[in-house]
């Protein structure tokens, strides 16, 4: 909203009142003498370029703001996906640990003592979908917990 003043100093627009109606006549006061002490077409001139590089940094960075939102909305919907998938796996796992296992798994939490390596070894890296899948050979009477 912009304020007028006319030559009395009353401010032409929205009334205040007070306090504030001196802090406005004292604000232009200043303004005017800045004006009348400087050129008004320079000041003017100035005064746009700066308002024209203020909105041009503003919509800049609204560009960027945006821009960013999205690659963060997108990491956070594949980290729910991936979130989901560790939970139906761990579903899984937990449907196919036999008790004794599940229980050295919760001794290994408690103490914070790194898993044991498997006991069979037969080539490094991940087990393979078949040893994962198949439930231990001295437990046959199914999933259990």
Do not use: C
């Not at 504030?20 to 003017?44: I, N, P, R, T, Y």
């Not at 919907?77 to 989901?84: D, G």
């Amino acid at each position: 909203m912009i304020l007028l003043t006319d030559g009395s100093m009353r401010v032409r627009g929205p009334r205040v009142q007070g306090h504030d109606e001196m802090a406005m006549k004292l604000l232009f006061w200043e303004l005017e003498q800045h004006l009348k002490s400087s050129s008004g077409a320079s000041v003017v001139a100035i005064d746009n370029k700066i308002e024209q590089a203020m909105d041009l940094v503003k919509s800049h960075l609204m560009y960027a703001v945006r821009e960013e939102v999205e690659v963060l909305k997108e990491q956070i919907k594949e980290l729910i996906e991936r979130n989901s998938q560790l939970e139906q796996e761990n579903t899984l796992l937990k449907t196919l640990a036999s008790p004794e296992q599940m229980a050295q798994f919760q001794a290994q939490v408690q103490t914070g003592s790194p898993p044991a390596p498997p006991a069979v070894a037969a080539t490094p890296g991940p087990p393979s979908n078949a040893t994962l899948t198949q439930p231990p050979t001295s437990h046959s009477s199914g999933p259990s917990a």
